[in-house]
């Protein structure tokens, strides 16, 4: 910056700080003079009301009790005028610019100056509030028909006896008031402009001076002349010179070093492998190293490079963006000239754009090929899963998504033990041991779905490993073999009653005749008189030969290659003859037996297995309420089946029973046999039925889905 500038700025902003508070100083004496002539005019109001309590007669009534008794309000009026008019012109001969006179409540008695007819006319409302407070009032901008013109007023009481009877009034032209102000104004304002004069001439003087002596000091530096040594003004510039002498010789030091780094640096940038290059404002090449003129030959220093390079015209919106905003952009294009992919950075500055290219091609092939196997394997119908080592989901396919319930959004970041749940056949702890020693894990798992369900896997665990070599993650896939465990398991549980019913129809017969022998022998026994004190023990033998062929009956119910007496019949008709029964049963133990029969179509039954059916899941329902309760029998129709639905409102099935039930000889019941269930199952095998449980705390259902066809 020119030195004579410098001074002239240093000299206008010395103006500014001298001007603004001489500013503030005459605007704070102005407000000064204006409180101290007001001030004035209010102690000269005061001083003229207590001249005028002075001259006042001891009261009104003094004065009037030498009237007639005879006169009126204004006669009494006109004789206090005439008494006390003659104080007021007195004390208005020395105070003729100002306004006076006596009042009582709200009528003007004597006042100047004087017009007659103000004589009646009453005092203004505000006046009254002296009477009120008892003490003077003071108003500021009160209109007065006296002077016909805004006044500043004084009421002051006159007081008799401890008791207000009357005021005076003063009061001056505002007027006069602001004349005088604005005359203190202007004299102060004179003295101030003078003053700031002064001060400005005397700064002006001194700054330019100071100016001279800058020019000749900066051309003595701009000159690199050392022999600059009068500085009589500010001396103080002395060190400053030897100083910028210093600096001078250190720039150019560090200018030859500057120029040393940066032939080390282009020499670097020469030796890299990938590509680099800078460019100006206008987008013109101003360096490019070694292997971009090696790969772009038809790039030229000097040369725009959207004509260098035509493809890149493409991308001008990011080359614009990092100029005009400043910040780095970074994107990823194909090179139709080397025909790679490119990892683009560009970052700016205020002189250009430098950008660094890093040749990703073959990571680009590589990732696109990672894609490909990703999306192969999310199109896999079985779940397949990753997390890390610390149980975190960092990949989850489209199978796992179907297969559980969870989206991948809703997965990935999850912990995997949180999410599904995994009940393992040993600790985890072992699991884990087993899976890094051998470096792999296959196994029957049960996870947990998203809506709650619990589904069986075939699982296979493999572990992943990063480039250190160290476990990084667990690979898993997952079969669902769920409905195949369940199959087992029907299997299973039919060849129990197929064994079962081929024992019971070998040996049933044999056993029922030698049982029926005894019976009849043990009825004859007992009505013989002989015979009399063991009736009980007959009784009693007879009740367990009956219960024993009752068994022996439902094993025989069991019999694979029993003949079925098939009839087409409604469902309903079956049950509602069985009503009747089966409320006896309940109300002698104490429960309610309800029907909720729907219109079903007609279909084929064997009547007689159908109630051995519904007779066993009710009686099943009675034992399973310990305390009075209610059994539902309910029929519906579903497209392609006939739905028979049996609800107890017991206490469930344990959780432990439910996958064993069926099973011949299970039961939870003392003098349970253990093949009403089997029984079931196995008529409904006959009629290609299925059977669905649904059991909580608060009852259990049976579903018997027979199929039907119209």
């Not at 910056?1 to 700025?9: I, T």
């Not at 560009?346 to 091609?361: A, E, F, N, R, W």
């Not at 195949?484 to 129990?496: C, G, H, P, Q």
């Not at 199952?681 to 009629?687: I, K, L, P, Q, S």
Request: aromatic content about 10%; proline content about 4%; some cysteine.
């Amino acid at each position: 910056m020119n030195s004579s500038v410098l001074a002239q700025k240093t000299c206008i902003l010395a103006t500014m700080i001298i001007t603004i508070p001489m500013i503030l100083f005459g605007w704070m004496n102005a407000n000064n003079s204006r409180d101290r002539i007001i001030a004035e005019k209010e102690q000269m109001l005061l001083r003229i009301a207590a001249s005028l309590e002075l001259r006042f007669p001891d009261s009104y009534e003094g004065i009037l009790k030498h009237s007639p008794q005879s006169a009126n309000e204004q006669e009494k009026l006109l004789l206090l005028h005439k008494r006390l008019q003659p104080i007021i012109d007195e004390v208005a001969q020395r105070y003729p610019e100002y306004g006076m006179g006596y009042g009582m409540s709200t009528q003007r008695i004597a006042y100047y100056p004087y017009r007659q007819e103000l004589f009646n006319r009453p005092i203004s409302q505000w006046v009254l509030n002296a009477y009120d407070k008892q003490e003077f009032l003071l108003q500021r901008r009160a209109m007065s028909p006296t002077w016909g013109q805004p006044t500043m007023s004084l009421i002051y009481p006159l007081c008799f006896n401890g008791k207000m009877i009357g005021h005076i009034w003063v009061n001056a032209k505002l007027g006069d008031i602001n004349q005088a102000i604005y005359f203190a104004w202007a004299q102060n304002l004179v003295i101030l402009i003078i003053t700031w004069l002064g001060l400005i001439f005397l700064l002006q003087k001194a700054f330019n001076s100071i100016g001279q002596e800058l020019k000749a000091f900066s051309a003595s530096i701009e000159e690199k002349t050392d022999n600059f040594e009068q500085l009589t003004t500010l001396p103080e510039l002395q060190p400053l010179r030897a100083a910028v002498i210093g600096l001078r010789e250190g720039l150019e030091q560090e200018k030859d070093a500057v120029q040393n780094a940066l032939l080390a640096v282009h020499q670097t940038l020469d030796r890299i492998t990938d590509f680099f290059f800078a460019l100006d404002r206008e987008f013109r090449f101003i360096y490019i190293n070694s292997k971009m003129a090696e790969m772009y030959r038809s790039v030229v220093v000097g040369q725009r490079i959207w004509d260098a390079l035509p493809a890149s015209r493409g991308f001008a919106a990011q080359f614009e963006q990092a100029l005009a905003e400043q910040i780095s952009v970074c994107y990823t294009a194909f090179s139709p000239t080397i025909l790679k992919w490119l990892e683009i950075s560009i970052y700016p500055s205020p002189h250009g754009l430098t950008v660094y290219m890093k040749d990703i091609h073959d990571q680009r092939l590589a990732q696109n090929q990672i894609k490909e196997q990703a999306r192969l394997i999310d199109l896999v119908q079985d779940p397949i899963m990753m997390w890390d080592m610390e149980g975190t989901v960092i990949f989850w396919n489209g199978g796992a998504e179907k297969s559980y319930g969870w989206s991948k959004a809703e997965a990935l970041g999850q912990n995997i033990l949180d999410l599904i749940q995994t009940q393992f056949p040993q600790s985890l702890d072992k699991h884990m041991q087993e899976l890094l020693e051998h470096g792999y894990w296959e196994g029957e798992l049960v996870d947990s779905c998203k809506d709650g369900r619990r589904v069986v896997v075939k699982s296979h665990w493999t572990i992943n490993k990063d480039v250190s070599g160290k476990v990084a993650a667990v690979f898993a896939i997952n079969r669902d073999i769920t409905e195949k465990r369940k199959i087992e398991e029907e299997l299973a549980r039919f060849d129990s009653l197929h064994t079962l019913g081929e024992m019971a129809a070998g040996i049933g017969h044999e056993v029922r005749n030698p049982l029926t022998t005894v019976r009849g022998y043990l009825q004859v026994f007992s009505y013989k008189g002989k015979f009399r004190e063991y009736q009980e023990q007959f009784h009693t033998m007879i009740e367990e030969l009956d219960r024993a062929n009752s068994i022996i009956t439902e094993f025989l119910s069991l019999a694979k290659n029993k003949s079925l007496d098939m009839e087409c019949c409604n469902l309903n008709d079956i049950i509602r003859p069985l009503f009747p029964l089966l409320q006896a049963d309940g109300f002698r133990l104490g429960h309610d037996v309800q029907l909720e029969l729907t219109d079903i179509p007609n279909s084929c039954f064997d009547q007689k297995e159908i109630r051995q059916l519904i007779l066993n899941l009710v009686r099943n329902g009675f034992e399973a309420m310990t305390s009075a309760g209610q059994v539902t029998i309910r029929t519906y129709a579903e497209p392609g089946a006939i739905v028979l639905v049996i609800r107890d409102t017991g206490t469930g099935i344990p959780a432990e029973m439910l996958d064993k039930l069926g099973t011949p000889f299970l039961t939870t019941k003392e003098s349970g046999t253990g093949l009403g269930l089997p029984v079931c199952y196995r008529v409904a095998e006959r009629h290609a039925a299925q059977i669905a449980i649904d059991t909580s705390a608060q009852g259990t259902t049976f579903y018997v889905k027979f199929n039907h066809s119209k």
